[in-house]
């Protein structure tokens, strides 16, 4: 079963404004990543944050984490038609990752 | 660095044929993994290797075998496929577990 639960399923949005996604997890984590899939390609890394961490920053992305309930949010500022993805949390446990099923994003030029 | 290789890029087997997956990593890293996404889902784990001569099920393991060859070095066996299996298949590495993955390109899997 999924771990990891993307809200909302689908996302369409203007060039320039912001984009939040939220992923809600059952159970006990290590840490929690965050990851983009462009349409028929691999998953590529974005961020990851560990379970003592609340908020993290790196570019445009803005993630926080809050384990009491279970729940991590990603935002992407400003937003550009590149952003078009599906983006996807992953709960890391004991070495294992799970993922959830996906937000997809569209960016409108 | 080529990252995560994964060999073929395409196939499509009769129902009961087997092959193999290929995938392969120039990182140095000790943690490989092989995930399964089926259309509009998230990936779906089905075996990992936290190291080189270790390898443990993942979430959906039944009708696949894994190999951790070697280091670098991680494949994949459909002994009997069925049409179940029509997934997309990727293989991931990281440095050690609960690090950040990094995807192959990903395996189009058609079992007719």
């Known amino acids: 079963s999924q771990q990891g639960e993307e809200d909302p399923q689908a996302l369409s949005i203007q060039e320039g404004e912001n984009a939040t996604m939220n992923c809600s997890y059952k159970?006990?984590?290590?840490?929690l990543q965050w990851y983009r899939q462009n349409s028929g390609r691999g998953l590529v890394h974005l961020i990851l944050?560990?379970?003592?961490?609340r908020e993290k920053h790196s570019g445009r992305l803005r993630v926080t984490l809050d384990t009491s309930k279970k729940s991590s949010s990603l935002l992407i500022t400003a937003s550009r038609a590149a952003d078009t993805a599906s983006y996807f949390c992953?709960?890391?446990?004991?070495?294992?990752?799970?993922f959830g099923d996906g937000t997809t994003l569209t960016v409108k030029p | 660095n080529a990252g995560v290789t994964q060999t073929p890029k395409f196939q499509v087997l009769k129902t009961g044929q087997s092959m193999t997956l290929q995938c392969a990593q120039d990182?140095?890293?000790?943690?490989m993994y092989w995930y399964r996404q089926d259309p509009g889902m998230g990936l779906r784990l089905i075996y990992y290797?936290?190291?080189?001569?270790?390898?443990d099920k993942g979430e959906v393991p039944n009708g696949y075998n894994v190999s951790r060859l070697n280091k670098r070095e991680f494949s994949l066996r459909l002994e009997s496929a069925a049409p179940s299996q029509t997934s997309v298949y990727f293989c991931?590495?990281?440095?050690?577990?609960?690090?950040?993955?990094?995807f192959g390109p990903g395996t189009r899997l058609t079992v007719t």
């Open positions: 992953a709960t890391d446990w004991e070495g294992k990752s799970t």
């Open positions: 159970t006990s984590i290590n840490n």
């Open positions: 944050i560990r379970s003592n961490e």
């Open positions: 990182m140095n890293h000790n943690s």
């Open positions: 290797s936290a190291s080189e001569g270790t390898t």
């Open positions: 991931a590495s990281c440095f050690a577990r609960s690090y950040e993955q990094y």
